[in-house]
Structures are given as structure tokens and as C-alpha cells.
């Protein structure tokens, strides 16, 4: 029997969760719930979208009841504030030689560092790989919205890792 | 177009977000500016090293724990009400829906309508105008949707009309009928159709000097036919004497009600 997409849920669950047992949990919530609900999915429309619909719902239902703050209600605010910062980040450095020495562990971690409605489209994107419109659709939000958040999640991602490849001593500081 | 109108697009152009037109002009434009195409160089390198991590596939303890539990919830959800699936291909049908999507993309119309069989039937209330009053339920379906729905009496049969509800086939409103025979449920679809549009599925039966498609799917049997304007389609356990015996007279009344 195949559970076609369960895999990248999985992935996509383990990064947004940090954590084993409750990405596991979430899964299999969220598989059960799809079944339940499944009158209402209309056929021929993108049931992975779906299924992370599904997925992402659950697990706001489990972080409001843990009383966790991790997902925000309104990125929007977020996204005027975050603007600013971000413009020394974005666009990058083309030379980064970094990117050839990054240690293992080291994306989970810059990814852990994002603010939540970035780290939240990055994820859906290059983990699950959701296109931009099925991204919109698993977050209610525009594809102009996905696009704004997703580039400048990669910027800091990126910005966050030139910053532990100094660490590592790979890059020197001022390269 | 220069750098900064550019910039944009470089993103999308990554990762294939763009349309053929876009991307000659991504294309055009990195062919002459080096610090645009090392930008997308980049940036395809950046997006390879984020896919190129270690991924841990679902543990297969976890797989096997969801198709059980579906199976469970399968078997209670076809407990409930009706038999509307075979219980042995209950659970595996069931599930099978939900876990073969891909197939579900364009399935030819007959499909879809098992499918729905199977959907509605697991909805607390299936029918959206719960009448055993076959006349309600044809002017329900004509102010509703403006769709003309024939409603046979199968009472005789000792089949008894549940109700109705607009479904969607083939993109497009459709009629739902659903009638049961003590615990056994029936389904009878109307989608409007033109011409033969809709994909015939199923070895030819003839009824009485009619000719039907008969089609097993997931256990389930079904008997359809087309008159270039609508397409039946019934779904059932019901054994094909009882299912053709009620498209019979489906087609019969059908018939009498566009002479009038």
C-alpha cells in the first residue's frame, strides 16, 4: 500500500516540529483527518496542497493549545518590521565560497533561526517542494506573499550560514 | 529590461516559476550581464545544497501505524450506516482514495462517481433534502440547479428514496440520488453530458433490448449509459439483475417524461 505522500509530510512535520515523536504524531493526525474530511477535497485539485493544509492546521491547533508562540497569528506585522532588516541581507554575496563547506546539521540549525512565517514557506518550498501557488494555498496567503517571504527566508538562511561557516573557521571574518 | 527589473524574476526563474516568454528574457539578459548570471548561478548552487540534505524518509513503524489506523477507521465508517462497500474491500478501497492521488487527476467519469459513493456515504447526512417524495425531489433539484432530474419509484423493489444532493462530476453540477434497500445503499447519478464526451467504461450488457455498460470498481458494481445529453450512472453492492432492472426503468420514465 502507498502512502504517496508521506514521506515529504514527514520531512516537512520534522523540521517544522523539531522533533521525532511529534512530527510522527502530526502525520498521522493529519492522515486521519484527510480521511475524514475527505468528502469535502474536490477531486482533480492538488491533494498534496491539501494534505499540507490539513497538516499545518493541526499543528496551529497543538502549538495554540501548548500556548507556544511559535506561530504567528499575523506574519503581516512581521513582514514591515522584518523589511528593514533584511535589506543588508538581501541579494547576498555571489562569492560566498561558503556554501561548499557547510557541515551537516548546519541548514536545520540557520533554519531553526528564521522567524516563523519565513522559515515556515523556506520549508514548504525546498523541503516539500510545493510550487509557489501551492504554497499560497497551504498558507492562505497570495503568491506575491509566498515569493517576498520565501526569498528573503533564503537570504537570511544564507546570511546564517556565512555566520557559522565563520565560526567553523571556513571563511575569515570581512570575506 | 535591466538589473533591477530583473532581480525579480531571478528567483522564480530558479526555481521554475516562470513562464516560457520570462525566462528568454531571464535568459537574454544573464547572456550579457555577468553579475546577473552569477546571481542565478548562485542561486541555483544555494537551492541544490539545500536539497542536497540528508532527509530521513517516514519510519516504516509509522507507515504501517497509519494504513492500520485507517483501516480501523475505514471498517467503522462503513459500519455506520450503509453497506455501501463490500466489507471485505471496505478499509482497502477506503483508503485507497486517499493514498493513490495521483490517480485521481482524471479519473473517467464512472470512477468518480464510485468514488463519490463512497464519499458521501460516509457523511453524517449524505443527502442535502432528506424526502422520500420522488415529485419534492425532482423540483428541489429543478430550482436548485435548474437541472431536470428524473426520480424513479423503485418501491416495488422494496428500494426506498433517501433523498438528494448536488454533486460535482466532471467538473460540472450534477444530481445525486440515493436510495436504499435495507441497509444497502444505491446511488444514482445524472451528469449532464454533451454528445459522447464522456469516456465509456465497462463491457456492453444488453437489458431488454437496451443496451448498458456494466463496470466493477473496488468491489463495487455499476451500470451506465448516455443519451447524448446526460449521462446515468447507478453504483451499488446490488447485484446487475437488480442494478439493470432499475436503470431499466430509470431510462423507461426518462423516456415518458420528455414526451410530455
Known sequence: MALVHLDVLYQVALRWTRNRAEA??????????????????????????WLFTIMRNELRRRFRKQAR????????????????ADAGVVGGNPEEEFLQSVLHGDVDRALNTLPHPFQEVVVL????????????????????????????????????????????????EGE | MNCAELRASLHPYVDGELTVGEMAAVEGHCAECRACAEFVRSEHEFRQLLRRQPREGAPAEL???????????????????????????AAAALVAVILM????????????????????AQMERPAELASSDNAQVAEWFRDRAG??????????SGIRLVGGRLADAHERKAAYLLYEKGRTLLSVFMVPVSGNEAEPRGRRVAYRGHEYLAYEERGLRT??????????????????????????????????????
Open chain 1, 69 to 84: 508562540e511559535v506561530l504567528q497569528e499575523d506574519p503581516e506585522d512581521l513582514d514591515d518590521v522584518e523589511a528593514r
Open chain 1, 125 to 172: 518550498v525546498d523541503v516539500g517542494g510545493l510550487t509557489y501557488q501551492e504554497a499560497g494555498h497551504v498558507l492562505g496567503c497570495p503568491r506575491g506573499t509566498v515569493m517576498s517571504r520565501l526569498f528573503r527566508g533564503r537570504a537570511r538562511l544564507r546570511a546564517a550560514l556565512g555566520r557559522f561557516a565563520r565560526e567553523h573557521g571556513y571563511v575569515k
Open chain 2, 223 to 260: 451500470v451506465s449509459w448516455n443519451d447524448g445529453r446526460t449521462l446515468y450512472g447507478l453504483v451499488s453492492m446490488l447485484d446487475y439483475d437488480a442494478l439493470l432492472e432499475c436503470a431499466e426503468r430509470l431510462r423507461l420514465e426518462r423516456v415518458r417524461q420528455t414526451r410530455l
Open chain 2, 101 to 120: 492521488p495521483s490517480y485521481r487527476s482524471a479519473p473517467p467519469l464512472v470512477v468518480e462517481l464510485v468514488d463519490k459513493h463512497i464519499a458521501y
Open chain 2, 147 to 156: 437541472l431536470y432530474v428524473t426520480v424513479p419509484d423503485y418501491s416495488p
Open chain 1, 24 to 49: 510522527e504524531d502530526v502525520v498521522q493526525d493529519t492522515y486521519l483527518r484527510a480521511f475524514r474530511s475527505f468528502h469535502r477535497f474536490a477531486a482533480g485539485t492538488n491533494c498534496r496542497a
Open chain 2, 63 to 89: 507507515r504501517g501505524r497509519i494504513v492500520r489506523r485507517l483501516r480501523r477507521e475505514a471498517v467503522a465508517a462503513a459500519a455506520r450506516r450503509w453497506a455501501f462497500v463490500p466489507a471485505a474491500a
